[in-house]
């Protein structure tokens, strides 16, 4: 039981539909919990549904602490928490941002049953934070996150550059416009405000120079604070598409070192192959190979679950999984039709492609040959362009069929992880 909650919570393991069922119904209690939070601030609105607004938090604040408890029992399962203990790696998680910000999300409902008149400011700040918890669900804002923490110290650079501008001008100001508007550039504080007001393009115009020289002087400030509001911009976002980039390519990375064909290569030549995949979308009932084609293709799914519809039976293959392996170098008629269960994201080894690079490299060419004849040989091709661990990753299994020429088929069923299969 802890094993499959760990699975669950964290969405590692073969329990992929009821981790992804979880994360959609936490991440629709998060968006709720903080629209409730802002309506509940509303005279009419908390006049008129108040009752219901604190069940729902309640309910919602409960199930948040069931979650962090559940997290904290599960966390001596994290593979680099195991080796400290079930107490150390429980403290150990316990302070980790994650787990800090699980507490957050459960703390309201505690404030609420023990100090319910003392921390009404609280439990709403509380409460709006919650939004926090959608970083554990949202790769692209954990990215984010990354991204300003590797460049924190250009951020804080470009920052004291920022504040210095606004320093000098402000000064500047001052010296120009106080004779003119003493009670408008009382100090250099007061030339701060305009100052930046002025360099973050806001300009509220309750504050501006009126002499010939500080007019001069603010255009200046005016032009140069485009390219200093830039500079810390730029930072972010040229970090934020390395982060993308690196992630992306360390997915695609892995994908291609499991497959056997190519599991004795190097990391830069499993490099190269990366660099050989297409990107291709397709909608759920979509056909992505079909029975008859010439299979000239192989397929990664990065996302989605895909069906390959067998003579007898229908394998199903999820996130992470492969199909066609040894069609990028046989290239034989496909055996079965594989169509998308799920809406998918596929990343697309075209044979061709992989030739060219062939080619190119007669050493990693005759690697990938040598490996794909020893294959065959062995007799690890069954059903058609499908190969033994394809369909091992399914839980399907090929036995030899005494007095006939098909491998017989056997299913390990999971009905936590698999949909049910079709005839």
């Known amino acids: 039981m802890k094993r499959a909650l760990y699975e669950v919570l964290e969405d590692t ?11 959609h119904f936490l991440v629709f209690l998060i968006l709720l919990n903080i629209v409730l939070a802002v309506l509940e601030t509303v005279p009419q609105v908390r006049t008129t549904l108040g009752h219901h607004l604190r069940f729902v938090q309640l309910g919602s604040g409960f199930v948040f602490l069931v979650e962090y408890v559940l997290r ?62 959608l970083a554990r669900y949202s790769p692209a804002l954990r990215s984010l996150i990354s991204a300003v923490v590797g460049e924190r110290k250009a951020l804080l650079g470009s920052s004291m550059i920022i504040f210095g501008v606004i320093l ?15 009670e408008k550039f009382r100090s250099i504080l007061h030339g701060m405000y305009w100052a930046i007001t002025t360099i973050t393009t806001v300009g509220y115009g ?22 200093l509001i ?3 911009v730029g930072i972010i976002a040229s970090a934020f598409a390395r982060e993308i980039h690196s992630r992306d390519f360390v997915v695609t990375w892995s994908m291609v070192a499991r497959v056997p064909l190519f ?21 759920k009932g979509g056909i992505i190979a079909a029975q008859g084609d010439v299979a000239d293709r192989m397929y990664f799914i990065s996302e989605g679950e895909v069906a390959i519809n067998l003579k007898h039976d229908t394998v199903y293959l999820g996130e992470g999984s492969f199909f066609g392996e040894l069609a990028l170098i046989n290239q034989s008629r496909r055996t079965a039709t594989v169509t ?28 990938i040959m040598d490996e794909a004849r020893e294959r065959v040989h062995e007799g690890k091709k069954v059903l058609g362009e499908l190969a033994e661990e394809e369909l091992h990753q399914a839980g399907v299994y090929a036995s030899s069929n005494e007095g006939g020429d098909e491998p017989e088929l056997s299913f390990e069923k999971d009905t936590a992880a698999d949909p049910p299969k079709q005839s």
């Open 13 to 23: 393991g073969k329990r992929r539909v009821a981790a992804r069922s979880l994360r």
């Open 72 to 133: 904290i029992y599960v966390a001596d399962l994290h593979p680099p928490l195991r080796r400290y203990g079930p107490l150390w790696s429980r403290l150990r998680y316990a302070v980790h941002p994650d787990a800090i910000i699980d507490l957050i999300g459960a703390l309201p409902l505690l404030f609420v049953l023990f100090l319910p008149n003392q921390a009404v400011t609280i439990v709403v700040i509380l409460r709006l934070l919650r939004f926090l918890k």
């Open 168 to 182: 000098l001008s402000a000064t500047l100001m001052y010296l120009v416009e106080h004779n003119v508007q003493p």
């Open 206 to 227: 309750d504050v501006v120079p009126v002499s010939n020289l500080g007019k001069l002087l603010g255009s200046f400030v005016m032009l140069m604070g485009y390219g």
């Open 230 to 232: 830039a500079l810390p």
């Open 263 to 283: 599991e004795d290569l190097t990391a830069t030549e499993i490099a190269e192959v990366s660099k050989l995949l297409q990107a291709q979308t397709v909608r």
């Open 340 to 367: 998308a269960y799920r809406d998918c994201q596929l990343l697309v080894l075209e044979s061709e492609a992989l030739h060219r690079l062939l080619d190119k490299d007669a050493s990693l060419g005759k690697k």
